[in-house]
Structures are given as C-alpha cells and as structure tokens.
C-alpha cells in the first residue's frame, strides 16, 4: 500500500476577489486558506491595491484548489468545504477528494459535503493497482494458510481479484495507482 505524503499540497485555497471590482474589469483578489474564506474582507482582497473600496459590497470567489467542486463558489461555501476537508488528515485528502469527484459518494445530509465517517468506513488505502490490494487482502484474512504451498500456487489470482473487484471501487490518485474504495 502506498503511504507516503502526497507530493503536492493538499491544502484547500480559494482566490476571493472583489466583484464589483471584477464587473468594472479590474481584478483585485488573492489567494485565501478556504477554511477561513468566511473570514475574509473587502480590506483584505483590497489590501495593497491602491483602490477605494468604499463603493464595493461582494466578495465572491473566483478560483480554488483542492476542493473538490466545478466553478465558482460563494466565500461561505468555500469555507464549508474548507472545514469539511480539514477534518481528514492531510495525506487523505486527496483520495477523499477523487471520492466526491467520482460522484459515488455518500454525502453528509441534504448537502453536497462527504460524509467523513462514511469515507473512512469505505477507504481502503492507495495502491499501485487493485490486484496489490487483493494480495494484501488475501494476506491478512489468511486466505490461503492453511492449503500447502504446492497447491497455493495453482490459486488463480487474476480470477479471484476480478469477483473480488466488484465489490469495491477505484478511483485513480494523482500521484500514481488507485485508491480502493469497499462498496457497502
């Protein structure tokens, strides 16, 4: 199983910018923590600018990383799905994040916010590919202890990994091979 800490930052960020601003075609912003993007205000996208912002009332956020939604987003909402994310440890999320992109997750109440505890019931672990997953599997249940080395080595693995497979999915992690997911 891979366990080592995603090469890139996996911190949730959003780019909150003024919306009068923007609609008068000057962009004024910057780049924000997206757990505090609630926070954030007219002063702080403005700061440095050089502009009055005394005619300006919206923030509005124009970019984000690490979160996992298509488009624009309101400042709260982006800071809802900061704190939802900021709830798994840092290494997590990014196979949490390919779990709500799939759309075959299961969300936390009427929103579109991951369940965490359903997450972590389903998760189990990135892998080079789901055959490895298997072999571990079957490692840990002792699947094959008790049957004599000469007869284990006629066991068919692609077959076994295959019926095993569809009771769980995948979802391919930006740094290499699958996170394996169990479908309850």
């Not at 912002?53 to 919206?58: F, G, I, L, R």
């Not at 970019?63 to 488009?71: L, Y």
């Not at 997953?133 to 080395?149: C, F, Q, S, T």
Request: aromatic share 12%; charged share 25%.
């Amino acid at each position: 199983m891979t366990t080592t800490t995603p090469a890139t930052d996996t911190t949730p960020r959003v780019w909150i910018g003024c919306l009068a601003c923007y609609n008068d075609g000057r962009l004024v912003g910057d780049w924000f923590d997206a757990a505090s993007a609630d926070e954030v205000t007219l002063a702080d996208v403005h700061e440095g600018s050089g502009l009055d912002y005394a005619e300006c009332e919206e923030l509005w956020v124009f970019d984000h990383e690490n979160i996992p939604v298509r488009g624009e987003l309101a400042p709260l909402t982006a800071a809802v799905w900061g704190k939802c994310l900021a709830k798994v440890d840092e290494h997590l999320r990014p196979a949490l994040c390919a779990w709500v992109e799939s759309g075959d997750y299961i969300a936390e109440g009427n929103t579109d916010l991951p369940s965490i505890s359903d997450f972590e019931e389903r998760y189990c672990g990135a892998w080079e590919n789901f055959r490895e997953y298997a072999e571990n599997l079957a490692d840990d249940i002792g699947l094959l202890a008790d049957v004599p080395e000469e007869i284990a080595r006629y066991f068919d693995w692609q077959t076994w990994s295959r019926d095993l497979a569809m009771d769980y999915s995948t979802y391919d992690d930006p740094e290499g091979g699958v996170f394996v997911f169990r479908v309850l």
